[in-house]
């Protein structure tokens, strides 16, 4: 037997109902927002990665899913979804279309990581990425958009953690002072924070290492190094954000895991999915587009990771809202089965939902897959049924029973469905 690779998962025919709830709501919402759907390719010239993401970050550095192709192309499958939409605004000129330009998509990304619950090698995202300015108003209407989809979606207890990464200007003067701060502690730290002491500075603070999170306990704040624009925007983005109803607790320590932000960073957690309880992330990333060769562009955006609010939801009882059929029309004896078959496709063109027997089983066996289906209803049909043009009309939940035309069966079932 062949098995599924590490890190992957199917959806089976009894959840898939639970993606389709959870990825309806979501386009929904994504449409209330005024964002429309960007579809890009599964698969990337690495460099569009390497040149977004950073080589030194963990996604690029240890994580991706590369290969040459038969052209001797080096290709990325995606890891995230904001480079490869970066690269199609650029490539297809969207600036030209009114701007703000609001885009969101349903993916799936792949990352080489070592698989639990909830981290996965292939996992799905929705994402959302607003382009064409640097107003607060939008990093607000983002932010407001992942908190009303987890509101929307059921979820309860997600926190909103909220900072300011300031622009490459502010951030030198904070890595110096992050440098200086951790300078002589470096013996006592882990290997991977004394390689990120030189190059990824600000990944320090996402240490999870107990020893070095004790160390980096009084390390100099991001905040307070931030230039007045920056400041600025930070302050406007808090008051929008309580003005609209919005919590969140501002945390220093979101510095994110890829290098393309500035400014606003931010993610959504849970407490109840253990290590993996990070349900969103996102932030603004101004310098994304003229650093792929685009012009200077604002944009914001977040990703929220779909097998994780799932599990989320599962864990909080929310109701997924499964579709059951209608209606399972049985048949008496397999001569009737083509009668059923027709009044089936009626009920169908109707836009009810409904399924008839096709292998010949006795009525027994019908009603208890009639059952197992979660059917609502059952119409037997047989002779009597064809020839009085009559049928009854059972409701599966408490056996109860109604008689009805054959002629009315449409109209009827499409009342009480
Ligand atoms: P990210 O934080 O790398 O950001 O991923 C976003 C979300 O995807 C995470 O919060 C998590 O829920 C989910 N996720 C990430 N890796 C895995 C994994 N291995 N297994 C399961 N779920 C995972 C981004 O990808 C950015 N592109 C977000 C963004 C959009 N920023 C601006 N625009």
Redesign the pocket.
């Known amino acids: 037997m062949i098995n599924i690779p590490k890190g992957t998962k199917d959806v089976l025919p009894s959840e898939s109902y639970k993606w389709q709830y959870t990825e309806n709501k979501l386009r929904e919402l994504a449409r209330l927002y005024n964002a429309r759907e960007i579809r890009t390719p599964v698969f990337e010239h690495t460099e569009l990665f390497v040149r977004s993401i950073g080589d030194e970050t963990d996604?690029v550095s240890k994580e991706m899913y590369t290969f040459e192709d038969k052209g001797g192309r080096s290709i990325t499958l995606k890891?995230?979804?904001?480079?490869p939409v970066a690269r199609s605004y650029i490539e297809n000129s969207l600036e030209s279309l009114s701007l703000p330009l609001k885009t969101y998509y349903i993916i799936p990304?792949f990352?080489y990581?070592r698989p639990q619950a909830?981290?996965?090698?292939e996992?799905?995202?929705f994402?959302?990425?607003v382009y064409g300015a640097t107003s607060p108003y939008l990093d607000l209407d983002c932010i407001s958009l992942a908190y009303n989809a987890l509101v929307g979606l059921g979820l309860k207890n997600v926190k909103l953690r909220l900072n300011s990464i300031g622009c490459p200007e502010c951030r030198k003067k904070y890595v110096e002072a992050l440098r200086a701060y951790y300078a002589d502690k470096l013996d006592d730290m882990c290997p991977t924070c004394r390689e990120r002491y030189a190059k990824n500075t600000l990944r320090l603070l996402d240490c999870k290492v107990p020893a070095c999170r004790e160390i980096g306990k009084n390390t100099p704040v991001i905040l307070d190094y931030l230039c007045d624009d920056c400041r600025a925007h930070h302050d406007k983005l808090c008051e929008l954000l309580t003005a609209v109803g919005v919590p969140y607790e501002i945390d220093p320590g979101i510095v994110?895991?890829?290098d393309?932000?500035t400014r606003t960073v931010f993610?959504?957690v849970t407490e109840e999915l253990g290590a993996?309880g990070?349900?969103?992330?996102?932030?603004r990333?101004d310098n994304l587009v003229s650093s792929l060769g685009g012009k200077p562009t604002g944009?914001?955006?977040?990703?929220?990771?779909l097998?994780?609010?799932i599990m989320l939801m599962e864990k909080q009882g929310v109701n997924f809202c499964e579709n059951v059929p209608d209606v399972f029309v049985m048949s008496q004896s397999p001569e009737y089965a083509t009668d059923c078959i027709k009044i089936t496709s009626e009920l169908r063109n109707a836009g009810i939902s409904a399924d008839t027997e096709m292998t010949g089983r006795s009525l027994k066996a019908q009603f208890k897959y009639a059952d197992k289906l979660r059917a609502k209803y059952a119409v037997v049909i047989g002779g009597n049924e064809i020839s009085e043009e009559k049928v009854k009309i059972k409701k599966l939940s408490d056996g109860t029973e109604e008689e009805c035309g054959l002629k009315a069966l449409t109209a009827r079932l499409k009342e009480i469905k």
């Open positions: 996604v890891p995230e979804g904001t480079a990304a990352r990581e909830g981290r996965l090698r996992f799905h995202q994402g959302v990425e994110r895991g890829l393309y932000y993610e959504f993996q990070t349900v969103c992330g996102g932030g990333y944009c914001v955006g977040f990703a929220v990771g097998e994780r609010i």
